[in-house]
């Protein structure tokens, strides 16, 4: 049986596949790797594409929104130079939070956020900035421009995850949230990782 000539093409790889967005780094593509009710940690796999089991939790803790990264970024010179207390970027994806009024329960799913903020977090040295945003079309949330326009407990959470999902008891644990930033400062993460996209990979990290 002869299938028609769409059946042959490879499934695109989601982090050097897809676009970073139509309009980044304002609003980006998403793509989620996580959702809030998972109680294991999933991760791309650089060389196929398919998602990962990295690993269980060890602990009781959830992430809060949905987790993801933003298509071909890559956290290299640029990034880290806008982490003061880190000597590299992590030379992994960009990672992005983002909020929906509406459960999202499904993960491999890609999505539009609008960026309002974020996380600097610093790993092992290396910075692990976590973007935060919003479903772009989002009936609750997608007017919000700026991190401050969430409740403080929303970032609250987000802080206490990411400075506690790598713990393990009894061994130290060298992860630290540096601070929360707002728009202007998440949009500069996001493009300062596209173009880290666009020297280590030769290509553009949008359009």
């Avoid at 980044?24 to 089991?53: C, Q, R, W």
């Avoid at 600097?120 to 973007?131: G, L």
């Avoid at 326009?149 to 130290?172: A, C, N, W």
């Avoid at 540096?178 to 993460?189: F, G, L, M, N, R």
Wanted: overall charge negative; proline content about 7%.
């Amino acid at each position: 049986m002869k299938f028609p000539e769409p059946f042959y093409r490879w499934r695109p790889h989601p982090w050097h596949g897809l676009e970073a967005g139509s309009n980044p780094p304002h609003v980006v593509n998403a793509y989620i790797e996580i959702t809030p009710f998972d109680s294991v940690k999933y991760e791309v796999d650089k060389k196929t594409g398919y998602l990962l089991v990295e690993r269980p939790q060890r602990t009781s803790s959830q992430p809060p929104n949905l987790y993801g990264f933003i298509p071909r970024t890559f956290c290299g010179e640029r990034v880290g130079a806008l982490s003061p207390t880190s000597k590299r970027g992590d030379c992994d994806p960009l990672d992005i939070c983002v909020i929906s009024e509406r459960p999202i329960d499904k993960s491999e799913v890609i999505l539009k956020a609008k960026v309002i903020g974020g996380l600097q977090m610093v790993d092992n040295w290396e910075a692990d900035d976590k973007i935060v945003a919003v479903l772009a079309n989002d009936n609750i949330w997608g007017s919000a421009e700026g991190i401050s326009d969430l409740p403080k407990i929303m970032v609250e959470r987000l802080r206490h995850y990411f400075s506690t999902y790598k713990l393990v008891f009894g061994q130290e644990l060298n992860v630290s949230i540096e601070s929360v930033y707002d728009a202007d400062q998440a949009k500069k993460v996001v493009q300062a990782a596209m173009d880290d996209y666009a020297d280590e990979f030769g290509l553009q990290g949008y359009g």
